[in-house]
């Protein structure tokens, strides 16, 4: 099993700045990905970016330039830097992760979320 919590979400004006972190515990394969789906109102969740544990990166179109989704695997911790926040990044964001894959299309394990609200 594995843990992940999620800090750093809250209210922010357009243009500004949010940094959020996933602390990760438990049993984490050596193999995996990780990374941040968001959730908006009336909306179905999305991937916004992932992570592998060989460093390769994912973004989905609308967020790439302004986010920054980063790892340090010695403190199992997930990042993602958010920049020119606009209202339509608000949203829950949750941190996820696979076990045993360097995708993220079928998370085994979920944060419980962090609210992002963009102010415009």
């Known amino acids: 099993q594995v843990q992940l919590v999620e800090s750093g979400g809250g209210l922010v004006q357009a243009g500004g700045s949010l940094r959020l972190s996933c602390a990760a515990s438990?049993?984490?394969?050596?193999?995996?990905?990780m990374g941040w789906y968001r959730q908006a109102p009336g909306k179905e969740r999305e991937l916004v970016a992932r992570?592998?544990?060989?460093?390769?990166?994912y973004y989905a179109d609308s967020v790439k330039g302004r986010f920054t989704c980063s790892r340090d695997n010695a403190k199992n911790t997930l990042y993602l830097q958010m920049n020119s926040l606009k209202a339509e990044d608000t949203g829950m964001y949750y941190c996820?992760?696979?076990?045993?894959?360097?995708?993220?299309?079928?998370?085994?394990?979920w944060g419980q979320g962090t609210q992002v609200t963009v102010s415009s």
């Open positions: 438990g049993r984490i394969a050596s193999i995996n990905a």
């Open positions: 996820a992760q696979a076990s045993g894959s360097y995708y993220l299309t079928r998370p085994d394990y």
């Open positions: 992570i592998s544990s060989r460093g390769s990166t």
